[in-house]
């Protein structure tokens, strides 16, 4: 396990990056998830939040949550 800051280069890992605290996470560049799927999402709150296919379809169906 290796904590500690990284400042203008690449984290590469072939395992599972792990980012915890209680402050919010930021990404200041683009995020390519080639081809994979973005998991554990939660219904959005915000105007901006990402949402799930499944908050969508049941949105678009009448039953809001």
């Known amino acids: ?3 500690g800051n990284i ?5 590469i890992t072939g395992g599972v990056l792990s980012v915890s605290g209680t402050n919010q996470s930021s990404i200041a560049g683009n995020l390519a998830m080639n081809s ?3 998991t554990g999402l939660a219904d ?3 105007n901006q ?3 799930t296919k499944a908050y969508v379809d049941s949105v678009a169906t009448g039953n809001k949550h």
């Open 7 to 11: 400042t203008g280069g690449n984290l």
């Open 1 to 3: 396990t290796a904590t």
């Open 44 to 46: 959005p709150v915000n």
């Open 36 to 38: 994979k799927n973005i």
């Open 49 to 51: 939040d990402a949402a």
